[in-house]
């Protein structure tokens, strides 16, 4: 689905400038969960940032269906990112103003998908339609945000520490949601966080250092969100 060949990225300029990403190269399988794992600056936000067309890498190429991204004028990469790929962050980035039906159904109108509501329910939060942002727990915010990504019926969602602001019980909820929602839909994960925990649960796991892969591994028996250590 993705490959990243050989992919570098550099930050700041002069004496400040320094290499995010070294060289790496990997293959992102269509209907894989991927967690990639590393303490802060090893480049794993980076790496999640070119492969989803956030940021184009400085060397290299990143090729999504024989089709190099990296090459895309800006106005095109913008498309690719609306047809292709969802996100959520650790920060729930919600239009306050907006209640929960307007907010995902902002990215339902991106992919034209009038039965976005399926996916509001599919996180339980049918009842919450009409609420606003700051009436909602930080735990239904981020359901919120996994609604709004998924209506657009994205091939593949990016996730950098969905659950970073999260305490363990709602974490684990939303974990559990991510998990049951990519089987149910058959999207990619691409999965960035800190917690070695929730690796277990993916199918392969990503570890980083110093802008380099030093290791990739497959989970032979994957753990859910409910039996994983926090």
Avoid: C
């Avoid at 190269?25 to 999640?48: D, H, I, N, P, R």
């Avoid at 996100?87 to 902002?106: A, C, E, G, R, S």
């Avoid at 980083?208 to 859910?224: A, D, F, L, P």
């Amino acid at each position: 689905m993705i490959d990243i060949v050989n992919a570098s990225k550099f930050y700041g300029t002069g004496q400040s400038r320094f290499q995010a990403l070294k060289s790496v190269s990997l293959k992102l399988k269509k209907g894989g969960f991927y967690v990639v794992t590393g303490a802060s600056g090893s480049g794993k936000s980076t790496l999640l940032n070119i492969a989803s067309g956030l940021e184009r890498p400085d060397d290299g190429n990143i090729i999504y269906s024989e089709t190099d991204i990296a090459g895309l004028t800006d106005k095109e990469l913008t498309q690719f990112r609306r047809k292709h790929t969802g996100f959520i962050f650790q920060q729930y980035y919600l239009l306050p103003n907006l209640n929960v039906d307007k907010n995902v159904k902002m990215g339902a109108d991106l992919a034209g998908n009038k039965n976005y509501r399926e996916v509001i329910k599919a996180v339980g939060l049918e009842d919450k339609l009409q609420k606003y942002p700051g009436e909602l727990s930080g735990g239904q915010q981020q359901r919120v945000s996994i609604a709004r990504a998924l209506a657009k019926k994205p091939e593949i969602l990016f996730l950098d520490e969905p659950t970073g602001a999260l305490d363990e019980q709602t974490g684990r909820q939303i974990l559990d949601y991510i998990s049951t929602l990519q089987r149910e839909y058959g999207f990619t994960v691409v999965m960035v966080t800190h917690n070695l925990n929730i690796a277990q649960m993916a199918d392969t796991v990503v570890k980083m250092n110093s802008g380099k892969i030093t290791e990739i591994y497959s989970n032979s028996e994957k753990k859910t969100a409910y039996e994983i250590g926090w």
